[in-house]
């Protein structure tokens, strides 16, 4: 290892990282290592607030419907929907798309298909609301 960065190191950290709830658990040449909310917010100095999205509590919105959402992002609201593709969409709402399923919600593949959490981010990032 060698200079200020030990690229090794940080292969053993993420290799054995766990998630324990929200806080995030590894450890790396015998140190433990917790980074909880307060250290997270600490470190990167955002504030821990605003609506939290995930897979358990996608109802709350009530005004949300993922197929009105969906047919009003569509060039031709029109067409026959048969999956919820980034394929007909109008720009912006494609490249807001495309920054979500690649940034935002990691996943190895299927970029083009749109999860109902992704639709719902969507919604969130086009109306403006608070996201945690």
Known sequence: MAGNIYPDLMKVFYTNIQ??????HSHA????????????????GLKYTGLRVKKGN?????EFNKMQFYKSCLKSPFSKVRNFSVRGLKLDERL?????????T????????LSEEDLLLIYFIMKKVKLN
């Open 19 to 24: 998630f324990n709830g929200d806080d995030l």
């Open 29 to 44: 040449k015998g140190v433990y290592i917790e980074i909880t909310h307060d250290v997270w917010t600490t470190i990167s």
């Open 58 to 62: 996608l109802g709350v919105v009530e």
């Open 96 to 104: 807001i798309a495309f920054i979500v399923s690649w940034i935002v």
């Open 106 to 113: 990691l996943r190895g593949s299927n970029h083009s298909t």
